[in-house]
């Protein structure tokens, strides 16, 4: 069956921290990979996607992320986090079948 | 901008009764889907539709069911609500190609069922 992991529940990082936030899949085939946010009181939105080409993609809002094939990982990262990042983060390596359970990011001052 | 729009924000109703939550995209996307949001266990696909009147079980769609009469509309029923239906609603969609376009979604509507 088709699976999707985020490592992280709820991930608490001082502002300027960095930030990786974890994601592994369990399907053989094809996968199209996306990551959302929901920042508080909003509506999910798209952080950024990946399809083929360059493992390494970027994102709004300086985001990034990395996919490595050998091991169905697609972890999220940012270099130095600010307060306006606090928000909930879905891996939806499966979109729109599967998507990961989230990880609630707060970043304090 | 896509705007993906479901009518009501919050919506109270009690056991047993038929629930109707609506959501219309304005982009002529192909693609509509309904989830439910619950905290520690993410977006679970409840119905899909590719089509007009096509429609598609996802992971969870016991309790409900789903008209598709026009491109721009998708509606989730509850046919008797219970409690354990008490939850956030997300309707979402996107551009034909099932797995490789990216989604716009709704700001959801918080239902209680009393």
């Known amino acids: 069956a088709q699976s999707v992991s985020q490592h992280n529940h709820h991930v608490i990082l001082s502002e300027a921290a960095s930030l990786e936030l974890g994601c592994n899949y369990s399907?053989?085939?094809?996968?199209?990979l996306f990551w959302y946010v929901q920042y508080p009181g909003q509506h999910l939105q798209l952080l950024l996607k990946?399809?083929?080409?360059?493992?390494l993609v970027k994102g709004i809002k300086g985001f990034e992320a990395e996919f490595i094939k050998s091991k169905f990982s697609f972890n999220l990262r940012k270099p130095s986090v600010q307060w306006s990042d606090t928000a909930e983060y879905f891996c939806a390596p499966l979109s729109p079948l599967v998507f990961g359970k989230g990880t609630r990011l707060s970043v304090i001052a | 901008d896509v705007k993906v729009t479901q009518s009501s924000r919050y919506l109270v109703k009690r056991t047993g009764e038929k629930v109707f939550l609506e959501c219309v995209q304005d982009?002529?996307?192909?693609?509509m889907f309904w989830y439910r949001q619950d905290p520690g266990l993410g977006l679970r696909l409840i119905y899909f539709s590719y089509d007009v009147k096509m429609k598609e079980k996802g992971d969870i769609p016991e309790g409900y069911s789903v008209s598709r009469e026009k491109k721009e509309r998708f509606s989730l029923i509850l046919e008797s609500a219970s409690t354990n239906q008490t939850s956030m609603y997300l309707c979402?969609?996107?551009?034909?190609?099932?797995?490789?376009?990216?989604?716009?979604f709704g700001d959801g509507t918080r239902l209680s069922i009393l």
């Open positions: 982009m002529d996307h192909e693609n």
């Open positions: 399907y053989g085939g094809t996968v199209n």
């Open positions: 979402a969609s996107s551009l034909g190609g099932l797995s490789n376009q990216p989604q716009h």
């Open positions: 990946y399809f083929s080409g360059d493992p």
